[in-house]
């Protein structure tokens, strides 16, 4: 059975960085394309980055230059490094490989 598991979410300050991670079982990382989405308050669920099994890698607009999405395929986790955060990331950040989510992980960004 696949599962992920997201972890490494909390409370940061702008300008600060967290770096999440997405341990999958059941499943590998190297052969599937590896996603993380957002979804904040109100708003609809959006795609933040995804690697796919050669190593590319895509990025949401407003993420593209702070965020840096790669894979440890040893582990199967997929990581997503936050850096130069802003108020407006935050949201619940959610991982998915093909048509599997996790729970998620709840990162705030305030002052």
């Known amino acids: 059975q696949v599962q992920l598991v997201e972890s490494g979410g909390g409370l940061v300050q702008p300008g600060g960085s967290l770096k999440l991670s997405c341990a999958a079982s059941g499943m590998s990382t190297s052969v599937n394309v590896m996603r993380w989405f957002r979804q904040a308050p109100g708003k609809e669920r959006e795609l933040v980055a995804f690697?796919?099994?050669?190593?590319?890698?895509n990025y949401g607009d407003s993420m593209r230059g702070r965020f840096t999405i790669c894979r440890d395929t040893a582990k199967s986790t997929v990581y997503l490094q936050m850096n130069r955060l802003k108020p407006e990331d935050t949201a619940v950040y959610y991982c998915?490989?093909?048509?599997?989510w996790g729970k998620g992980t709840l990162v705030t960004v305030s002052s």
């Open positions: 998915k490989a093909v048509n599997h």
């Open positions: 690697i796919t099994p050669s190593g590319g890698t």
